[in-house]
Every structure is written in C-alpha cells, then in structure tokens.
C-alpha cells in the first residue's frame, strides 16, 4: 500500500443517499477505496395537514430555518406546486445549518445570513440559548424524522417557532438485500454512516442476515448524532470528524487509514 492511496484494498461501505453521495465516493475512489453504494435512506414529499396554513402565513415569518439540503429542496418544491411565487419568502431572513445547505439555499436565489458555527441542530440550539440568534416568528420547513432541538430552544427564548413536516425519510427496500450480502461475503472493512436513520436501517439488515457482530469493521460517523446511535447498536465509531460534512468524513477516513501506515 503507497501513502497516495492509504484505501488501496479496502471495502468502503457508503449508506448516503442516493443523489447526495457523489462528491464522497469520489474521494473515497481517489484514495484506492474500493466502494460499495447502498442507500439506506431516500426521500419523498409528504404532507402533514398543515400546508395551507403554513403557505397562508409565510409571508408573516421573519427567518426561515432550513436544516439540510432535503429540507430546502421540499420546501420550494412545496411552493411551486401550490404555484406559489418564491418572492412571497423575498422578505424573510434565511438561517442553514451547514454550507452544504446554504449552498443549495443560494440555487434558488436566496442567501443564508446565519449559520451556526458547527454544522448540527444542537450547535444551533446552543446559540440561540446563548442569545446570538434572535427572531420574533420562525418557519422551520423538515423532515419527519427530524427531532425540535432548535424550535425547543426558541420556544424556550420566547419567539415562535413553526415546524413544518415537507419530505419523509423511508428505507428503500432494495438495497437490504444488498446490504445482507455485502455482510454475508465480509466486505465491509469501513462502514460510513451520515444519520441515524442509516444507521438503523443498516443494523435492521444486518439482523435479518443473522449477523450481529461487526467488530471487525471500522466504523465512520459525520457527526455526534449519528455517532451516539451507532453506539447504541454496540458499534464502535473510530471515526467522527469535527466538521460535519461527507467531505471532512471521506479525509477523516484518509487520515485514519494513512496513520496505520505509519
């Protein structure tokens, strides 16, 4: 193994899902990673009842807070099939958690003026705690599986906050097979996982598979959310970067794999 390619016969199992999993593999593949794509999670529309409400009131909120690529992409699509003008949002304040997600934020025209310093709803619930994020109406567009860390803490601040269900998490039933025999032929040296949802979803397959030990699989977490679920399956995360994106995971992987060399 050369220090240019630290990944070089190793089996990388990456759980992102579908279309957000590019930028990752690529880098996992430039460092001789051998990779092994099963989304455990996708994503559809959803309605909780509440749409023309939220729709009515928009112009009424002061920031809008969007928590991850999926959550912006809902909510505008939310508004265009209502055929509702984006300018209706033109006068509220955009907060994001991450770069990833202003980023997409920015494609549809809007910029985020306010994004925590960590790339997780706790960092955010944390400074709104420590009063560096003050609004009086906040729209939190989400998914279903998203917990109310942040709309908790401006509650708890005095302002309110609107949740906002746009899109629903499911595991699409294709890949558990794959998953069972990418565990049953041991080709999973690194387990990659970005949420806690993957991580059940991974773990539900590795049950039917009768398999339930994965000790001898490196596993590698995005963040301390999905690291504490992974732990909670009795999975030892050796790997969690401090910036929380698939990006800094992929070179946290690296690095990990290049120190063995050394």
């Known amino acids: 193994m050369t220090s240019s390619q630290p990944l070089s016969g190793k089996h990388i199992v990456v759980t992102r ?13 430039a460092a001789g990673g051998m990779v092994h794509f099963v989304p455990m999670l996708a994503f559809r ?19 809008i807070i969007v928590t991850s ?17 984006y300018n209706t949002v033109i006068k509220s304040r955009f907060a ?8 997409v934020l920015q494609s549809y025209g809007f910029h985020a003026e306010y994004i925590p310093e960590k790339f997780s709803a706790d960092q955010f619930a944390e400074e709104i705690s420590r009063g560096h994020f003050k609004a009086e109406k906040v729209l939190i567009p989400k998914g279903n599986l998203a917990r109310t860390a942040i709309a908790d803490a401006l509650r708890v601040k ?3 906050a ?11 039933e294709e890949e558990k097979r794959h998953v069972m025999d990418l565990l049953t032929a041991n080709q999973t040296d690194v387990l990659t996982f970005t949420s806690p949802s993957a991580v059940r979803h991974f773990m539900e397959a590795a049950e039917e598979a009768n ?14 959310v999905t690291k504490k679920e992974a732990d909670r399956f009795g999975l030892h995360t050796q790997i969690c970067p401090e910036v929380y994106t698939s990006e800094s995971l992929a070179e946290a992987i690296v690095r990990y ?4 060399e050394d």
């Open 17 to 29: 899902p579908r279309g957000q999993a590019a930028s990752f593999i690529d880098k996992i593949e």
């Open 45 to 63: 529309s959803f309605s909780d009842g509440r749409e023309t409400k939220r729709l009515q009131q928009l112009p009424t909120y002061d920031w």
């Open 69 to 85: 690529k999926n959550g912006v992409d809902f909510f505008f699509q939310q508004l265009k099939g209502k055929g509702i003008d």
């Open 96 to 103: 994001a958690i991450g770069t990833k997600t202003a980023e």
């Open 158 to 160: 005095g302002m309110t």
């Open 162 to 172: 609107d949740e906002w269900i746009v899109y629903e998490t499911y595991f699409p």
């Open 211 to 224: 398999i339930h030990t994965l000790q001898e699989s490196v596993v590698a977490c995005i963040g301390p």
């Open 257 to 260: 794999f290049r120190k063995e």
